[in-house]
């Protein structure tokens, strides 16, 4: 049954780009889609070491997807307002995009928001059981999933029209936060405290303030605008707890650029390499509102709007590659430690850092025997802008290191795509320790490694004729 699935998906690919290339000029079109993907009462709910169930709606959650199509070649571009992306439905996902479009599976690019008000994946981890991922209501949402994404896409491009594309980068100041901290005489980390003492402790890193827009606009009738797709590096984390399902700030965001900019406009958010940055201001105090930060993103964006510079569309290319990281070693006394925690957590109240470190531990040794493997995927759209999907919580020295030596003027980085290995810190962060570093699946030199494999793409993107 498989092969046939497979042949078929074959059969469709070539038959449709056979089609595109006997119907289809030299004229950039774009179309765009957005398909529900909000989860019923009662699914296990994600961004946190226990077990909450959805009770209520804050707002809606969506799978948004972009299809960008010129002479023969087509992309698509698919957010989704999920914690996080898991391998099995990306791949389900893309077989099912390329029998009902005709996109191959490599140019198809699958990023999640990380909000930590949205339905938990399961990820074949201790995890799964604190969350209760495996329950009945977490299965069958996971197994519904692939086929609304699909549905994004497919819909995207029945929406095809001739278009425009044009970017732009601004700055936004004052609202995110390197969530790491050294304290001076210590070489260890202080995880997101909500204040600190200036005179004694400062951020571990820097963070990225680059908002970055991409827009998509018709050449025909009114020229409004189809889609935009914006990319900025910070933790969704702004709701908190509670049972609420919520597309956190990033809900707040799309939603005013839509209603600013043209109701019938699909506005997609790509999370930026958010690993070890959060929204917590511990310089003046002040704890800004979901509103608040989604509000002060879409201003900004307003304000460079006018700005944006109208990019020479080229036939989208595409590329990706699967890294292979090595697992990080623990010692006996530590998978016995972390065995002990395993057992008591539900029974006692650990923490979060010792029962994330736990996890992290179990499954590790648990998948000895599976390489660890990443998808790195680039997705140029002409010339001067460049799409980066990475697949985890990437600390943001990994990702400004891309944007400084990559070969295009416009690079945007679309963190927990295509999968999701859990953190990935730079090698600096390891000796500092705390949450990040202990819930990482791969050793010191992974985010480095992914690095490389990026600029690599990233230059043979750029070279191609």
């Not at 700055?171 to 304290?183: A, D």
Request: proline share 6%; charged share 20%.
């Amino acid at each position: 049954m498989r092969v046939c699935r497979h042949l078929l998906l074959m059969l469709t690919l070539v038959t449709t780009a056979r089609a595109g290339e006997a119907t289809q000029g030299s004229i950039l079109r774009v179309g765009a889609a957005a398909v529900d993907i909000t989860p019923a009462p009662g699914t296990p709910m994600a961004g946190y070491y226990h077990y909450r169930a959805v009770e209520g709606v804050r707002d809606r959650l969506y799978a948004k997807a972009i299809v960008v199509q010129f002479e023969a070649s087509m992309i698509a571009l698919v957010a989704l307002d999920l914690s996080g992306t898991t391998r099995p439905v990306v791949e389900q996902a893309r077989e099912l995009i390329g029998i009902q479009t005709g996109i191959p599976p490599d140019r198809v690019l699958i990023s999640a928001t990380h909000t930590h008000t949205g339905p938990q994946l399961p990820r074949g981890s201790l995890l799964d059981e604190i969350t209760r991922a495996n329950a009945p209501q977490g299965v069958d949402y996971v197994r519904a999933l692939p086929l609304r994404i699909a549905e994004a896409v497919s819909q995207a491009k029945g929406a095809l029209a001739p278009a425009s594309v044009s970017a732009v980068m601004g700055q936004v100041e004052g609202i995110s936060f390197n969530r790491r901290v050294l304290r001076e005489g210590s070489s260890q980390a202080i995880w997101q405290p909500r204040t600190i003492d200036q005179t004694k402790e400062r951020p571990a890193g820097p963070i990225d303030p680059d908002l970055g827009l991409l827009v998509f606009e018709r050449t025909e009738s009114d020229a409004s605008p189809i889609a935009t797709y914006t990319n900025f590096a910070m933790h969704p984390t702004s709701v908190g707890g509670g049972q609420q399902v919520s597309a956190d700030y990033p809900g707040v965001l799309t939603r005013l650029l839509s209603e600013r900019h043209g109701s019938q406009m699909v506005a997609l958010f790509a999370n930026g390499c958010c690993g070890n940055i959060n929204h917590t201001d511990y310089i003046s105090g002040r704890r800004r509102t979901t509103e608040q930060l989604g509000k002060a993103l879409a201003d900004v964006a307003d304000k460079v709007w006018p700005k944006r510079e109208r990019l020479t569309p080229l036939a989208p290319r595409s590329r990706s590659t699967m890294v292979t990281l090595e697992r990080r070693r623990f010692t006996a006394a530590e998978i016995d430690k972390a065995k002990d925690i395993a057992r008591r957590m539900t029974t006692e109240s650990l923490g979060t850092v010792p029962m994330a470190e736990a996890v992290c531990i179990l499954e590790t040794v648990d998948k000895r025997d599976i390489p660890l493997e990443a998808e790195v995927q680039v997705i140029a759209l002409s010339d001067e802008l460049a799409i980066v999907g990475l697949p985890g919580e990437i600390f943001v020295e990994l990702g400004l290191s891309i944007k400084k030596t990559s070969p295009f003027r416009y690079t945007f980085i679309a963190e927990l795509a295509n999968g999701s290995i859990g953190y990935i810190p730079h090698r600096e962060a390891y000796p500092q320790g705390n949450y990040e570093v202990v819930s990482a699946r791969g050793a010191a030199g992974s985010g480095e490694k992914i690095v490389e494999s990026a600029m690599n793409l990233l230059r043979e993107l750029k070279t191609i004729p």
